[in-house]
């Protein structure tokens, strides 16, 4: 029989894996095997773009960085990358589209909104996922020790949204209602062999979304990396891609919690290479929604 012990929710920095774009706006960054395809190329315009001087690019990092003209910001919205592709360095610039500016306001402003516990609809939430979690188990309050069975560290899980804010509450009831055969195999730790001690389920979801968050960089006045510039694509297609990641994210961390082998004390272990495979799949060519990602397989 496994075990789950609370720990506390304490945001930490996880250290990015994904290629930034520029140091103060003066180069770029070359990212390889990223390609224009069908539904993103009506958001790229590109235009050649040369190394200045090519003796700047030493030999062992001829394949990842070199030293592009200098890009041309065009109001918030346009940013410059530059890539190698067949020993030739090219520049694609992305400019936000309106469909594309709207919904990454709407998505920043998730991000800046606190749980409170007096208004009816964070309430409203909170009974929601009480009720997608446990289908007819009568909730006996907002503060119980009921809802230390779906791994909240205490009474009072309201207590545990301080780091990440209401979006994450957000993207618990998404997964449950979304993908509930997945989120209930995830909740009961039925996949694999377990740990004697477990990660707490919901607490750990409130440490991916902050991890995307920290991830996807959205809060920046200026893009610093490439997956930044793929995910604002991906809102056209989908305004719910960052609720989608988040599911990925989590079947993707509870299995290389398995294949790690891993205890509770890998906890941020686990996160970090969870946050390194998302961003890798996030680059890949074909990737143009978040269900393309390969590890969206994962969900049930």
């Known amino acids: 029989m496994t075990h789950s012990i609370s ?3 304490e945001m930490s920095v996880v250290e990015s894996s ?9 180069s770029c960054v070359s990212i390889s095997n990223r390609r224009t395809s069908r539904s993103s190329s009506k958001f790229l315009s590109r235009s050649s773009c040369q190394p200045q001087d090519s003796s700047t690019v030493s030999s062992s990092d001829d394949h990842d960085h070199a030293t592009c003209a ?6 918030k919205g346009l940013t410059c990358v530059c890539f190698k592709r067949k020993g030739a360095y090219e520049r694609i610039c992305i400019n936000l589209t309106p469909l594309q500016e709207d919904r990454l306001q709407r998505l920043k402003h998730r991000m800046k909104v606190n749980f409170d516990a007096s208004r ?3 309430q409203g939430a909170l ?3 009480w009720s997608a ?7 006996h309050g907002l503060i119980s020790e009921q809802w230390k069975e779906m791994g909240w560290q205490g009474r009072d899980p309201s207590t545990d949204f301080r780091g990440a804010g209401f979006i994450s509450l957000e993207n618990l009831l998404f997964f449950a209602k979304t993908f509930p055969i997945s989120f ?13 001690w477990e990660y707490p389920f919901a607490a750990a979801g409130v440490n991916i979304t902050f991890m995307i968050m920290q991830m996807l960089d959205l809060e920046s006045t200026k893009p610093r990396t490439f997956v930044r510039a793929v995910f604002i694509q991906m809102l056209s297609e989908d305004e ?9 994210a989590f079947v993707v961390m509870d299995k290389q919690w398995l294949d790690k082998n891993a205890t509770y004390m890998e906890f941020n272990d686990v996160l970090k290479s969870t946050r390194a495979q998302l961003e890798r799949e996030l680059l890949l060519d074909d990737v143009l929604r978040i269900e393309d990602m390969p590890s969206y397989g994962l969900l049930l």
């Open 70 to 75: 200098t890009p041309t910001w065009i109001g």
């Open 133 to 139: 979690t446990y289908p007819g188990q009568l909730l």
């Open 184 to 196: 209930q195999h995830l909740l009961n730790k039925q996949g694999g062999k377990r740990a004697t």
């Open 120 to 122: 009816a609809d964070h």
């Open 18 to 26: 994904s290629q930034e774009i520029g140091g103060g706006g003066r």
């Open 240 to 248: 719910w891609a960052f609720d989608l990641l988040y599911c990925v």
């Open 7 to 9: 720990f506390s929710v």
């Open 127 to 129: 009974k929601a996922l």
